[in-house]
Nanobody, 126 residues
Framework: QVQLVESGGGLVQTGGSLRLSCAISGRAFSSYGMGWFRQAPGKERVFVAAINWSGGIAYYADSVKGRFTISRDNAKNTVYLQMNSLKPEDTAVYYC???????????????????WGQGTQVTVSS
C-alpha cells in the first residue's frame, strides 16, 4: 500500500514563498516519476510540475516556470515543491502523485498517476 502525505501549505502574501513536501511510503519510491498538481475551487485539477525517477529531469507548467522548483530526495522518500513569487492565482489545493511513467506527456496527465496524496491548501492573499 503506497501512501503519500503532503505538508507545508498555508497562507502567504503575494510575492511570498512556500515549500511543499510529500512523504511517500510503501513502495520503491525511486522507481516512480512524481508530480505536483493543483485544483482551485470550481476548476479541474491541473498539472504543475513533475520530476523523473532519478531527479535529473523536471517539467513545469508554463504558469509556474521560473517561479516553482520541483526536487526529490530518494534517500528520504520525499519530493518537494519550492514555490517563490507566489501570486493569488496560485491559490489551490496542491496534490502530489506517483506515476510509473518518467517522461512527458504522461507525467503531465492526471490519469497516468496511480497514487495520490490528500492535498494541502495553499492560499495567496493579495
Amino acid at each position: 500500500q503506497v501512501q503519500l502525505v503532503e505538508s507545508g501549505g498555508g497562507l502567504v502574501q503575494t510575492g511570498g514563498s512556500l515549500r511543499l513536501s510529500c512523504a511517500i511510503s510503501g513502495r520503491a519510491f525511486s522507481s516512480y516519476g512524481m508530480g505536483w498538481f493543483r485544483q482551485a475551487p470550481g476548476k479541474e485539477r491541473v498539472f504543475v510540475a513533475a520530476i523523473n525517477w532519478s531527479g535529473g529531469i523536471a517539467y513545469y507548467a508554463d504558469s509556474v516556470k521560473g517561479r516553482f522548483t520541483i526536487s526529490r530526495d530518494n534517500a528520504k522518500n520525499t519530493v518537494y515543491l519550492q514555490m517563490n513569487s507566489l501570486k493569488p492565482e496560485d491559490t489551490a489545493v496542491y496534490y502530489c502523485a506517483g506515476s510509473k511513467y518518467n517522461t512527458l506527456p504522461k507525467l503531465g496527465q492526471t490519469g497516468e498517476y496511480s497514487y495520490w496524496g490528500q492535498g494541502t491548501q495553499v492560499t495567496v492573499s493579495s
